[in-house]
């Protein structure tokens, strides 16, 4: 029996490792932090063999109500990630399986490679509407990539979004595929009308190092880069000094930073209503976008989110309070669910890379819907 994770994005320490009905784990910290939750590993020679792993550490994670009604993500060929039941007692994170192949993954949630990263930039360099352009390097020494979408007449709005400031939350790129999909299918007439008023700005991994090096929060410093935005500097945040430099090259009308949440099993938007300097515009905007979100996808809801901060309380240093703040546009974060969706439960998958991908097309629909609003 072996267990694994010396790869992309792969994060677990074997306490005990020889005895597959009793395999002990515990996650390892992000770099540089505390913070730790992200887990993603391999378990091999243990075909047919009944097994119970238990990560013995969960209860001092970071989000440690995220393992309530939480099933672990698993699979054989890692295209394909099902869920397994799995209790948690308050500390100790465990499930049975007895593997139906000699080898058999699991995660947190279906992981994004730094492969399929390049991958997808690759895949996208191919269309005539895209342009590529690396912004500078991590501190790891990896690209910062920028994808470029639409090329028309002058005056356009600049529609900017950014995925996996926290790189533990891969449902940001999956979501990302199915936005950049849905933008570049030649045939979509939305997309059409939409890029003849619009030019998109995207980081599809605002986090390289994190996510080869299996974090949850933090970059390789251990900065949050969510706490970065008023902030950054080229030694402890070079992915969000590079991103904001370009983003004030170039103004921004709308901005979308994509997340996941541990805890809560729902699609929500969390908004910006404590910056000082708040319009009227700008809160009409953020109802408008979540009122039509609502209507085009089931998977999103408005009744479950984050609390509201006070008038003038907003924290600078998280990415939506800074750029409604200093660009007065409509900025957003989005939240996915680590676990499910509960309005609209997948007992198999949970929430999955396709639905993100799905939500990631309803969400550039929502966009064209209000452009001109913008
Ligand atoms: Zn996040």
Same mark, same amino acid.
């Given at each position: 029996?072996?267990?694994?994770? #010396?790869?992309?994005?792969?994060?677990?320490?074997?306490?005990?490792?020889?005895?597959?009905?009793?395999?002990?784990?515990?996650?390892?910290?992000?770099?540089?932090?505390?913070?730790?939750?992200?887990?993603?590993?391999?378990?091999?020679?243990?075909?047919?063999?009944?097994?119970?792993?238990?990560?013995?550490?969960?209860?001092? +994670?970071?989000?440690?109500?995220?393992?309530?009604?939480?099933?672990?993500?698993?699979? @054989?060929?890692?295209?394909?990630?099902?869920?397994?039941?799995?209790?948690?007692?308050?500390?100790?994170?465990?499930?049975?399986?007895?593997?139906? #192949?000699?080898?058999?993954?699991?995660? @947190?949630?279906?992981?994004?490679?730094?492969?399929?990263?390049?991958?997808?930039?690759?895949?996208?360099?191919?269309?005539?509407?895209?342009?590529?352009?690396?912004?500078?390097?991590?501190?790891?020494?990896?690209?910062?990539?920028?994808?470029?979408?639409?090329?028309?007449?002058?005056?356009?709005?600049?529609?900017?979004?950014?995925?996996?400031?926290?790189?533990?939350?891969?449902?940001?790129?999956?979501?990302?595929?199915?936005?950049?999909?849905? *933008? *570049?299918?030649?045939?979509?007439?939305?997309?059409?009308?939409?890029?003849?008023?619009?030019?998109? @700005?995207?980081?599809?991994?605002?986090?390289?190092?994190?996510?080869?090096?299996?974090?949850?929060?933090?970059?390789?410093?251990?900065?949050?880069?969510?706490?970065?935005?008023?902030? !950054?500097?080229?030694?402890? +945040?070079?992915?969000?000094?590079?991103?904001?430099?370009?983003?004030?090259?170039?103004?921004?009308?709308?901005?979308?930073?994509?997340?996941?949440?541990?805890?809560?099993?729902?699609?929500?938007?969390?908004?910006?209503?404590?910056?000082?300097?708040?319009?009227?515009? #700008?809160?009409?905007?953020?109802?408008? @976008?979540?009122?039509?979100?609502?209507?085009?996808?089931?998977?999103?809801? #408005?009744?479950?989110?984050?609390?509201?901060?006070?008038?003038?309380?907003?924290?600078? +240093?998280?990415?939506?309070?800074?750029?409604?703040?200093?660009?007065?546009?409509?900025?957003?974060?989005?939240?996915?669910?680590?676990?499910?969706?509960?309005?609209?439960?997948?007992?198999?998958?949970?929430?999955?890379?396709?639905?993100?991908?799905?939500?990631?097309?309803?969400?550039?629909?929502?966009? !064209?819907?209000?452009?001109?609003?913008?």
């Amino acid at each position: 029996m072996l267990i694994t994770s #010396q790869f992309d994005s792969g994060n677990i320490e074997v306490i005990k490792g020889d005895d597959p009905s009793d395999i002990r784990l515990n996650i390892r910290k992000d770099s540089n932090s505390d913070f730790y939750q992200w887990f993603h590993f391999r378990l091999s020679g243990v075909a047919d063999t009944p097994c119970k792993l238990t990560i013995e550490n969960a209860g001092g +994670s970071a989000y440690v109500p995220g393992w309530e009604n939480y099933k672990v993500c698993a699979s @054989y060929d890692r295209e394909s990630w099902f869920r397994i039941d799995t209790s948690f007692d308050g500390q100790k994170l465990s499930w049975n399986v007895e593997p139906e #192949q000699d080898s058999l993954y699991f995660a @947190y949630f279906a992981p994004y490679s730094m492969d399929r990263h390049a991958d997808l930039i690759a895949e996208v360099s191919g269309s005539p509407l895209v342009r590529t352009s690396v912004l500078g390097h991590t501190l790891d020494g990896q690209d910062m990539d920028l994808v470029e979408v639409g090329f028309g007449p002058e005056g356009r709005k600049k529609i900017w979004m950014a995925a996996r400031q926290h790189p533990g939350e891969t449902m940001a790129e999956w979501w990302m595929e199915g936005a950049l999909d849905y *933008l *570049l299918d030649e045939d979509n007439p939305v997309a059409r009308a939409l890029l003849d008023k619009a030019h998109f @700005y995207i980081v599809p991994n605002m986090n390289p190092d994190g996510s080869r090096r299996g974090n949850l929060r933090t970059n390789a410093a251990g900065a949050n880069l969510n706490r970065e935005w008023n902030c !950054a500097t080229m030694e402890r +945040s070079p992915e969000v000094y590079l991103v904001r430099e370009k983003m004030h090259e170039t103004g921004v009308d709308f901005h979308l930073d994509v997340h996941g949440d541990e805890n809560l099993p729902y699609n929500f938007i969390a908004g910006f209503e404590g910056i000082p300097s708040l319009t009227e515009k #700008q809160s009409k905007l953020l109802a408008m @976008y979540q009122d039509l979100l609502c209507v085009i996808s089931p998977d999103f809801q #408005q009744e479950h989110g984050y609390d509201t901060d006070e008038p003038g309380t907003a924290n600078l +240093s998280m990415c939506t309070n800074y750029m409604a703040e200093t660009f007065g546009c409509l900025a957003m974060t989005l939240e996915m669910p680590f676990k499910d969706n509960d309005d609209l439960p997948d007992l198999e998958y949970g929430w999955s890379p396709e639905r993100c991908r799905h939500l990631g097309r309803a969400c550039i629909d929502t966009l !064209a819907q209000m452009i001109d609003e913008l």
